[in-house]
């Protein structure tokens, strides 16, 4: 995952061609027709190298094309007008989101339009489409730029306000290995489950004996403090993602992710119990990557019978 701090930029202009190489900078090759006396652009974006996030601003009508290699677009539009073709093909910007796929030629028309968009890196939606898929030959393809349904819109946006709020803009969060690379793949994996993709499970569930589970929770407990995904578990497990998801709601009673937070969940416990003058629970959450600290504070309370506060100050177990 990427590691590169985020970039954040600002512009307002009502210069062209200043825009338009702005505009380049986002999205690679852009051609600006000339607008009318009104145009005015302005912009808010932060930037990694596998994401981009912002907020653009057009006063009167604008024409452009703009290809985006290697670049998926999730677009929203939040008022104003904005029209959209990639190729022959139009594409519905009514939806709450839409999807830009990249290699295409886009052309747009907008009028005062106020626009969202997150540009994702397409290497990483496909390496978490192989995960996902147990298949690490998988080619990602899009079927449409219309979302699955509402519910995968809401989940899509709880996703995207995460990875804007909790990650970019939090500079400690996002130098956290942990959190950053998962946050990345919520997005990731809710963007796959958003629109409609060749990507399909593994139907060669290998059955996995217990030696691969031990193979799978020695891997864990080994690299707790480290990003790791199912696909890793499965790796060192030396079985494919679906048997070891199978094989531990046989043996384990549980899948392998809920495993890797329990243990998270024991170490932090362990910390806190260890815990020097002046540590915080935030600190000893966010080493195991709990973003959420009133997430991991439920959860802890559920596991251990107590707040994590408490047992920071060495108090006893709730009756």
Request: no cysteine; charged share 25%.
């Given at each position: 995952?990427?590691?590169?701090?985020?970039?954040?930029?600002?512009?307002?202009?009502?210069?062209?061609?200043?825009?338009?190489?702005?505009?380049?900078?986002?999205?690679?090759?852009?051609?600006?027709?000339?607008?009318?006396?009104?145009?005015?652009?302005?912009?808010?974006?932060?930037?990694?190298?596998?994401?981009?996030?912002?907020?653009?601003?057009?006063?009167?009508?604008?024409?452009?094309?703009?290809?985006?290699?290697?670049?998926?677009?999730?677009?929203?539009?939040?008022?104003?007008?904005?029209?959209?073709?990639?190729?022959?093909?139009?594409?519905?910007?009514?939806?709450?989101?839409?999807?830009?796929?990249?290699?295409?030629?886009?052309?747009?028309?907008?009028?005062?339009?106020?626009?969202?968009?997150?540009?994702?890196?397409?290497?990483?939606?496909?390496?978490?489409?192989?995960?996902?898929?147990?298949?690490?030959?998988?080619?990602?393809?899009?079927?449409?730029?219309?979302?699955?349904?509402?519910?995968?819109?809401?989940?899509?946006?709880?996703?995207?306000?995460?990875?804007?709020?909790?990650?970019?803009?939090?500079?400690?969060?996002?130098?956290?290995?942990?959190l950053r690379a998962d946050g990345l793949r919520a997005l990731a994996v809710a963007t796959l489950q958003l629109f409609p993709t060749n990507l399909e499970p593994d139907d060669s569930a290998?059955?996995?004996?217990?030696?691969?589970?031990?193979?799978?929770?020695?891997?864990?407990?080994?690299?707790?403090?480290?990003?790791?995904?199912?696909?890793?578990?499965?790796?060192?497990?030396?079985?494919?993602?679906?048997?070891l998801q199978s094989a531990f709601r046989r043996h384990a009673g549980e899948s392998p992710t809920s495993y890797l937070r329990r243990a998270r969940l024991d170490a932090a416990h362990a910390?806190?119990?260890?815990?020097?003058?002046?540590?915080?629970?935030?600190?000893?959450?966010?080493?195991?990557?709990?973003?959420?600290?009133?997430?991991?504070?439920?959860?802890?309370?559920?596991?251990?019978?107590?707040?994590?506060?408490?047992?920071?100050?060495?108090?006893?177990?709730?009756?």
């Open positions: 995952m990427a590691e590169r701090e985020p970039t954040r930029t600002a512009m307002e202009s009502r210069d062209p061609e200043l825009v338009a190489e702005r505009m380049r900078a986002l999205w690679s090759d852009v051609r600006l027709a000339p607008p009318g006396p009104d145009f005015a652009f302005s912009e808010r974006v932060v930037a990694t190298d596998e994401l981009a996030v912002g907020r653009v601003r057009f006063v009167g009508r604008v024409s452009a094309q703009l290809e985006h290699p290697g670049l998926v677009v999730v677009g929203r539009v939040r008022s104003g007008h904005h029209a959209l073709t990639a190729g022959n093909q139009a594409i519905d910007t009514s939806q709450p989101v839409w999807l830009a796929l990249p290699d295409r030629l886009n052309a747009m028309q907008q009028e005062n339009a106020d626009l969202e968009f997150f540009n994702i890196d397409f290497a990483l939606l496909e390496e978490v489409a192989r995960e996902l898929a147990g298949d690490d030959r998988l080619r990602l393809l899009f079927e449409d730029s219309k979302p699955i349904s509402d519910a995968a819109v809401r989940h899509w946006i709880l996703a995207a306000r995460h990875v804007q709020q909790e990650l970019l803009g939090n500079p400690e969060v996002w130098a956290n290995p942990i290998a059955r996995a004996d217990p030696p691969a589970i031990r193979r799978a929770k020695r891997f864990i407990e080994e690299n707790l403090d480290k990003s790791i995904s199912a696909q890793d578990i499965a790796t060192a497990a030396r079985v494919s993602l679906r048997g910390d806190l119990l260890a815990a020097q003058p002046g540590t915080s629970v935030e600190q000893i959450a966010r080493r195991w990557g709990f973003a959420h600290l009133g997430r991991f504070a439920h959860d802890y309370r559920v596991a251990f019978g107590r707040l994590p506060s408490a047992t920071l100050r060495g108090e006893s177990r709730e009756s």
